[in-house]
């Protein structure tokens, strides 16, 4: 099977742009999970959907939001960048996001806000 | 919520030394993993390990649920065994998302 896949891998904007990442999860699989890494922060949780279903979210501001399509496929979305947006998104994998599943990370997204 | 904790936070050793890093998490878990970061940020997945031991190659991980710990056991090292070492757990309530150690960075010198 295809690993977790995600768009784009590099990305420059400026503060005040929005940008939205996207995630392809490996097949079938039904739970895409967001998390952001900075060096001062570490891995930090975003958000989790299952079935086009918001399931869980991290503390984070409305700029960042996602959702997710019919096929499983996630996009996430942050909008009026701030510098301290500058980092690397990654999304996660799993069957049903349940306590017994393995997760699975996409390479990444790394975001550069000047 | 769960405080996870990862030590030592840095470590040097050379080509073919053995080592231990070792992962504490506050609360009961039921899911706990083992990853490796590599130079271009990919996490790559070492080990699903919420209780017992397991063992890949020169890796193998051992978690003790009822203490609380998880240790990861690297030998024989290998220069590409460098990068950053990962732990993350889950409760049962938290579905899908993983509460992350702040990493342990190893630099493997030839």
Redesign the interface.
């Known amino acids: 099977k295809a690993g977790v896949t995600q768009t784009p891998r590099y990305l420059i904007k400026t503060r005040g742009q929005q940008v939205t990442l996207s995630c392809s999860p490996i097949s079938g699989h039904r739970?895409v999970?967001w998390?952001q890494?900075t060096p001062g922060q570490?891995?930090?949780?975003l958000f989790?959907y299952?079935s086009e279903t918001q399931?869980?979210k991290?503390n984070f501001p409305g700029r960042f939001s996602g959702r997710q399509f019919s096929n499983s496929r996630s996009e996430m979305n942050v909008s009026t960048l701030e510098l301290g947006d500058s980092a690397?998104y990654?999304c996660?994998s799993?069957e049903a996001?349940?306590?017994?599943?393995?997760?699975?990370?996409?390479?990444?997204t790394?975001l550069t806000v000047l | 919520g769960i405080q996870v904790e990862q030590s030592p936070p840095d470590l040097i050793l050379q080509e073919g030394a053995n080592s231990t890093l070792r992962c504490n998490f506050s609360d009961s878990v039921n899911n706990l993993q083992w990853f490796h970061q590599n130079p271009w940020g990919q996490l790559i997945n070492l080990f699903y390990i919420p209780s017992g031991t397991k063992q890949n190659g020169r890796l193998s991980a051992t978690t003790v649920a009822t203490e609380r710990y998880s240790l990861l056991y690297i030998s024989s090292s290998q220069t590409t065994d460098s990068g950053v070492y990962f732990c993350a757990v889950l409760t049962y309530n938290q579905g899908g998302k993983l509460i992350f150690g702040q990493g342990t960075e190893l630099s493997v010198k030839p």
């Not at chain 1, 996001?97 to 990444?108: A, H, I, K, L, S």
Request: cysteine-free.
């Open positions: 739970s999970s998390y890494q570490g891995l930090q949780f989790e299952f399931r869980n991290g690397l990654l996660a799993s996001g349940g306590p017994g599943d393995t997760q699975y990370f996409g390479p990444g790394r």
